[in-house]
């Protein structure tokens, strides 16, 4: 079973900055995609970022040039840098794991907990 440990989020100002850090765990042997999506109050699950294993990456359009997503693939870690923080941004935060191998099994897709961040004054 893959397992994640989320940290980082909590209460941000407008204009300013939050690391959010996600590690997988489980006998991994690969993973083909990591990345983060949000979900605000009434809304929909989107898409924040996501990078593969080789580095590519994509962003939402509502956070180019200011969220980094970056990622250790030793350590089965993705990290979000958030910068300019807007209080648009205020939403639980998952991690997000595609095409997961491990030892016994292959996940096609896996979520964290969630982590909540608050963009506010």
């Known amino acids: 079973q893959v397992q994640f440990v989320q940290s980082g989020g909590g209460l941000g100002q407008p204009g300013g900055s939050l690391r959010l850090s996600c590690a997988a765990s489980g006998s991994i042997f690969s993973i083909a995609a990591m990345g983060w999506y949000r979900q605000a109050p009434g809304k929909q699950r989107e898409l924040v970022a996501e990078?593969?294993?080789?580095?590519?990456?994509n962003y939402a359009d509502s956070v180019k040039g200011r969220f980094t997503i970056s990622r250790d693939n030793a350590k089965n870690t993705v990290y979000l840098q958030m910068n300019s923080l807007k209080p648009e941004d205020t939403a639980v935060y998952y991690c997000?794991?595609?095409?997961?191998?491990?030892?016994?099994?292959?996940?096609?897709?896996?979520w964290g907990q969630g982590t909540l961040v608050t963009v506010s004054s």
């Open positions: 997000n794991a595609k095409n997961v191998r491990t030892a016994i099994h292959r996940y096609l897709e896996a």
């Open positions: 990078i593969t294993s080789g580095g590519s990456s």
